[in-house]
């Protein structure tokens, strides 16, 4: 649909370029200057329509009512036409057909992150490729605990751990993610950074300046879970076994003491 869109805006552009080209230079340009944001916002605001229905499609289950994003602001449009005039001919025309899909799909996607940004709830988890090194699989093995895309895949320092009894029950479908996080949380009182409940193990994870990434030549990507499930890719599955074996063998449920016994048992040194 979105495609469609991108194309009768091309169109409807191309349309006008048509209807006016009769007119001298000067009265041409500022016609079509003054038209295109006039001709582009009913497309924005249809595909800015359309993302939020599939933003809501996207988890039947939920009751949230996603919003629209606000209007691609006019000033921005006005700027695309000079630019777009600048050139001569079917130059110039291509680049207002260009710039009028960009400005259709720009309506959706900003609808799209306004929501993923509002709804409650929303949580992120870290997914490692299949030969991701020991601490990746042990980062990914938290599934979706992380608040933000940046803290599922930079130094944040912020979330609360699952323990080894809370993962059991998580894999054996007693309870899920966000139930575990909920009562775990719930055992501490004290806040950081203004967030009631959020349990602080240490000052970050790792030695790394608070930013950056975990490590060099890490692959791993970060996938938002709207509905609290989040099922691990099938190479992953064996991931939480290691993790328990590393666990028993380091007698503790610190990262790195876990993380150390881990990469032991892939015979990487500590």
């Not at 939020?52 to 006005?78: G, H, K, M, N, V």
């Not at 899909?101 to 929501?115: I, S």
């Not at 909920?182 to 409940?197: D, F, H, L, S, V």
Request: glycine share 8%.
């Amino acid at each position: 649909m979105l495609g469609e869109l991108a194309r009768l805006v091309a169109g409807d552009m191309a349309a006008l370029w048509a209807a006016t080209s009769a007119l001298d230079n000067v009265e041409f340009a500022a016609y079509i200057a003054a038209a295109y944001p006039d001709v582009v916002d009913p497309y924005v605001s249809a595909a800015a329509m359309l993302a939020a229905s599939w933003f809501e499609e996207s988890d039947p289950d939920s009751s949230y009512i996603a919003e629209l994003a606000d209007p691609l602001p006019r000033e921005r449009l006005q700027s695309t036409a000079q630019w777009a005039l600048a050139a001569d001919g079917q130059k110039a025309l291509d680049r207002f057909k260009g710039a009028s899909q960009r400005a259709v799909f720009d309506g959706a996607r900003e609808t799209t992150m306004l929501n993923v940004d509002l709804e409650p709830g929303t949580r992120w988890a870290r997914e490692a490729r299949p030969n991701a090194c020991a601490f990746c699989r042990m980062m990914a093995t938290r599934g979706a605990v992380y608040r933000t895309e940046r803290d599922a895949l930079r130094v944040s320092g912020r979330s609360a751990d699952l323990s080894i009894s809370d993962r059991r029950m998580r894999a054996s479908g007693l309870a899920t993610t966000d139930e575990l996080l909920a009562r775990r949380m719930g055992q501490t009182t004290y806040a950081i950074g203004k967030r009631k409940g959020q349990r602080k193990t240490r000052s970050q994870r790792g030695s790394q300046a608070l930013g950056d990434k975990y490590h060099d030549d890490c692959y791993c990507i970060a996938v938002e879970i709207r509905t609290g499930y989040y099922e691990p890719p099938e190479y992953a599955m064996g991931w939480e076994i290691e993790y328990q074996k590393a666990r028993e063998i380091a007698g503790s449920g610190e990262p790195k003491k876990i993380l150390a016994e881990w990469r032991s048992l892939d015979g990487v040194s500590r």
